[in-house]
């Protein structure tokens, strides 16, 4: 009796560790991966692991979708699940069209599981869709040993004594399977706690409700039989009659086509995988879902494993992803050029779409990158994710302050990123930060306009031009003279000529023109163009003086950036 309660005591243990083992999130033995092939050959694989539900792209910049593969884990915890279980099947499917399963006996991970499963070569689907459906279905069927110590659990809690005069029968049936041979009469001890699996088993479970009890059993003795093949199961078929009515405890009055073709054995089992798989699913945390296939013939029709059913898109359309330029109410395809004012979409293609919400492109592992110029690191770029706003249908808008990047060379990134893995970069967009359209600069005004706006340090239009000129008396009594210039420079910037104004602008003018040593400065008004910024060249009349002045002049803050980009054999026109 000392024996039979320290076994139970260990089993016990055994069982709950296995339980605990298999809950949480993670708790499966394997993982799937996605293997990404360098294109060029010279590179190595990228492996990026899988959740469920995952949108993955089937190519990206050099590397191109492969094959998907299952890996066992070789960590302890995953060592003990492995241990509830036989065998492992997967079954692939693709576009819902199943292709050939994959079997791995869990013998063959031992000792060490660490193995690659191939479950899918993938060369594509052959349809036109932007994406495909990839389902893998993970059945783990559990080993009749782990079964029994479930079983055990339950004889504990919940086996009921059965009759007498039903033992007695259960019994003579034992000994005429065996030839007239007690199996327990040599002393020994069976493997369950309510007194063995053959003849002398006296506790049994129950099938829902106030059914019968069951017979069918996954135990062993200790010499390795179990009772199923010697019950009399003949005797427990509904037209069996009074001859067998000290079995009818253990009789289903199930007269269904089913139940008749398949017989009380079946009935039997599937009394006993049913509760089981009942028990099991007490656990809400367990991995998969433990089911009962009565569909199954290599296991008498009636298996309990856990179900465990994973989903994937996979985007295979190029050019399913664009990026649009709005810009006073029109909507164009972005090119290499944007207006500082312009707001960027991020616009899905409508077959993809339809098919798939756009949330899915949203989300993580997807994430959306702008690289740019680091300014605290000369020659060097940083990197910034870009949050998206909703803004109708499949349209999204990037949440980023362009004037930020004024005259600067950005590129846009869709990256598909795992933790501890390299990324994918699926989609590449540069382009150029430009100010389009009417320039206008206004002397001081600018400037306070600029703070009040947080206008880029980089444009045009954040800060005035103030040269001092020489007068040039024309036609007139008064002599030449000089002149501080306050011009109000009027330009344009277009698609074709991007930086237009910063080379050549209209420039009407008042300037401050100094007088004679006995008189008082005149102001003249005048009409110019400003070159390069740092110069200006204009034509201004002082009524006060009745003359005519050239004006030419030179703002020394912009000449001096001006000259360094020529010594340094840039443009020569630094913004």
């Not at 302050?401 to 989609?427: M, N, S």
């Not at 007139?476 to 002149?483: K, L, P, V, Y």
Request: aromatic share 8%; net charge negative; proline share 5%.
């Amino acid at each position: 009796m000392m024996r039979r309660r320290t076994m139970r005591s260990v089993c016990s243990l055994a069982v709950w560790g296995v339980l605990f083992a298999t809950a949480g999130a993670g708790a499966e033995p394997y993982e799937l991966l996605a293997v990404y092939a360098p294109v060029n050959g010279t590179a190595r694989d990228i492996e990026l692991s899988l959740a469920r539900d995952t949108l993955f792209p089937d190519g990206a910049e050099g590397y191109r979708l492969q094959r998907i593969i299952a890996r066992f884990k070789a960590d302890a915890l995953a060592a003990t699940t492995l241990s509830a279980f036989r065998k492992f099947e997967f079954r692939v499917s693709v576009n819902e069209q199943p292709r050939e399963p994959v079997t791995v006996e869990a013998r063959e991970l031992e000792p060490q599981p660490d193995r690659d499963v191939p479950l899918l070569d993938w060369t594509g689907d052959g349809q036109h869709e932007a994406r495909s459906f990839l389902k893998v279905e993970v059945r783990s069927i559990y080993t009749p040993e782990f079964l029994c110590l479930q079983e055990w659990e339950l004889l504990d809690r919940e086996g009921e004594e059965a009759p007498k005069e039903a033992l007695e029968a259960l019994r003579s049936a034992h000994l005429a399977s065996d030839g007239g041979v007690d199996a327990s009469a040599d002393g020994g001890e069976e493997s369950s706690p309510d007194g063995g699996t053959g003849a002398s088993r006296k506790k049994f479970l129950r099938a829902d409700g106030r059914r019968p009890l069951i017979l069918y059993s996954f135990c062993k003795g200790f010499s390795g039989e179990t009772p199923n093949d010697s019950q009399p199961w003949d005797a427990l078929a509904p037209e069996a009659g009074a001859a067998s009515d000290r079995l009818s405890v253990f009789r289903f009055e199930d007269r269904s086509a089913e139940a008749k073709e398949k017989g009380p054995r079946w009935q039997h089992k599937k009394a006993l995988v049913d509760r089981l798989a009942a028990r099991l699913n007490q656990f809400p945390s367990h991995f998969g879902q433990a089911t009962v296939d009565t569909s199954a013939e290599e296991y008498e029709r009636a298996l309990l494993y856990v179900r465990d059913d994973y989903r994937f898109s996979i985007l295979k359309a190029g050019g399913a992803v664009t990026l649009q330029e709005e810009s006073g109410g029109q909507v164009r395809f972005l090119a290499d050029q944007l207006d500082q004012e312009s707001q960027v979409l991020l616009a899905v293609e409508h077959n993809l779409c339809i098919n798939l919400p756009t949330e899915g492109l949203l989300k993580p592992p997807w994430f959306f990158v702008l690289e740019v110029v680091d300014k605290d690191a000369a020659g060097a770029t940083k990197r910034l994710d870009v949050q998206l706003g909703f803004r109708h249908g499949c349209t999204r808008v990037l949440a980023v302050q362009w004037k930020d990047f004024l005259d600067q060379q950005v590129t846009f990134r869709i990256v598909f990123r795992h933790p501890g893995a390299e990324e994918l970069v699926i989609y590449r967009h540069t382009f150029h930060i430009y100010n389009f359209g009417l320039i206008t600069i206004l002397p001081v005004a600018s400037e306070v306009l600029s703070a009040v706006t947080k206008a880029s340090a980089k444009d045009i239009e954040s800060s005035s031009v103030i040269p001092v000129s020489l007068a040039l008396s024309v036609g007139g009594e008064r002599s030449n003279s000089f002149a501080v210039t306050f011009p109000f420079i009027l330009g344009v910037n277009t698609r074709s000529a991007p930086q237009l104004a910063e080379y050549i602008a209209l420039a009407p003018s008042v300037s401050l023109i100094a007088g004679d040593s006995d008189k008082a400065p005149h102001v003249a008004v005048g009409i110019g163009l400003n070159l390069a910024r740092a110069f200006h060249f204009g034509y201004a009349w002082a009524p006060d003086a009745s003359s005519d002045y050239v004006l030419i002049g030179v703002s020394i803050p912009e000449l001096m950036p001006l000259l360094s980009g020529i010594v340094g054999g840039g443009s020569g026109v630094v913004p």
